[in-house]
Nanobody
Framework: QVLLVESGGGEVQAGGSLTLSCAAS????????MGWFRQAPGKEREFVAT????????YYADSVKGRFTISRDNAKNTVYLRMNGLKPEDTAVYYC?????????????????WGQGTQVTVSS
């Protein structure tokens, strides 16, 4: 059984930082691109960041560029999202997902495995 399990969410004040982790089990994802998405209450799920299989290429949503950093440790089968300078509008459930291929993608339909999500709440 393939599982992606996110952790590291919580409540933080505006300007603070959090690091999310996504641990994969059931198979190795070192040959898959990985990504983070988020969904705020009453809004559609949106792309946040993605990283290629070897970690050499990354791509970010404009709303988080310069504040968030995606990385991965293939030896640990884990992907991270370091979030700095958090804003109240970053409040959402954050989901980790695996791309069907080696490349990275900002399109949710290209992902075939999803985690259950972790809540991030940023207070003003």
């Amino acid at each position: 059984q393939v599982l992606l399990v996110e952790s590291g969410g919580g409540e933080v004040q505006a300007g603070g930082s959090l690091t999310l982790s996504c641990a994969a089990s059931g198979r190795t994802f070192s040959t898959n691109g990985m990504g983070w998405f988020r969904q705020a209450p009453g809004k559609e799920r949106e792309f946040v960041a993605t990283i290629s299989g070897n970690g050499q290429r990354t791509y970010y949503a404009d709303s988080v560029k310069g504040r968030f950093t995606i990385s991965r440790d293939n030896a640990k089968n884990t992907v991270y999202l370091r979030m700095n300078g958090l804003k109240p509008e970053d409040t959402a459930v954050y989901y980790c997902a695996a791309v069907r291929t080696y490349s990275y993608s900002s399109t949710s339909s290209e992902y075939n495995y999803w985690g259950q999500g972790t809540q991030v709440t940023v207070s003003s």
